[in-house]
């Protein structure tokens, strides 16, 4: 089975904090994403990664960075929270090709409160 | 853009119907739907390609009508365990993520 980890479940941080949240797939996969989960807004797209060091913005890239280093690891980083950083964030990988290329496997994801 | 989803929540009663749609304002290369229950992470149902057939995932199939950039999630039956969001995301290319967008989703709830 294809299995997406997250680093934490829940996260509580403080305004200004540089927060990390980490991003580990074990299926070789050179797609990966981090999303962004608010109610009524559905999943939107942070940061894309194809591959090691290579990554794209997506819809909502601003006030967020992402680190990819390792294939099987995808970091997304906030340099300064903020409360309106306070939702879900989802990561997936997609692999480029074989019989399941078009699926994208989610992480648990991690619930991020910043006070 | 963010395909639309209609409509945003339904409720129905377990053996019964629904249909949920989505519909995007580009030309799109494939649909694909997912399914999040309440606490868990979306899981893939399936994909509609381009020129492809309808698919089917047990007792849910969709179409995609590709005039209308428009596709169909079918639900026949219901039960329990269908109860969740639905998510459509689009791609107007294939192989690529950066073009891949999620609808807003739709709220399922099945009642015993």
């Known amino acids: 089975d294809v299995k997406v980890t997250q680093s934490s479940r829940y996260l509580v941080k403080r305004t200004g904090e540089k927060v990390f949240l980490e991003c580990v797939q074990d299926?070789?996969?050179?797609?990966m994403f981090w999303y962004r989960q608010d109610p009524g807004l559905g999943l939107r797209l942070i940061y894309f990664?194809?591959?090691?060091?290579?990554?794209e913005k997506g819809d909502i890239p601003e006030g967020y960075s992402v680190s990819r280093e390792k294939k099987e690891r995808f970091s997304l980083i906030l340099e300064s929270a903020s409360t309106n950083q306070t939702s879900m964030y989802l990561c997936?990988?997609?692999?480029?090709?074989?019989?399941?290329?078009?699926?994208?496997?989610f992480g648990p994801g991690t619930r991020l409160t910043v006070l | 853009q963010q395909p639309v989803q209609s409509p945003q929540a339904v409720i129905l009663r377990e053996g019964e119907d629904a249909v949920i749609n989505c519909s995007s304002s580009?030309?799109?290369?494939?649909v694909h739907w997912y399914r999040q229950k309440h606490g868990e992470a979306p899981v893939f149902l399936m994909i509609l390609l381009k020129g492809g057939e309808q698919m089917r995932h047990e007792k849910i199939s969709a179409s995609f009508n590709e005039k209308k950039q428009q596709s169909s999630l079918y639900l026949t039956a219901s039960q329990l365990s269908y109860s969740g969001t639905y998510f459509c995301g689009t791609e107007t290319q294939p192989k690529t993520g950066q073009n891949f967008v999620f609808g807003p989703g739709t709220r399922l709830s099945v009642l015993p």
């Open positions: 299926m070789d996969h050179e797609n």
């Open positions: 990664s194809y591959d090691v060091k290579m990554k």
């Open positions: 997936a990988s997609r692999p480029l090709g074989g019989s399941s290329y078009n699926e994208q496997f």
């Open positions: 580009k030309a799109l290369y494939s």
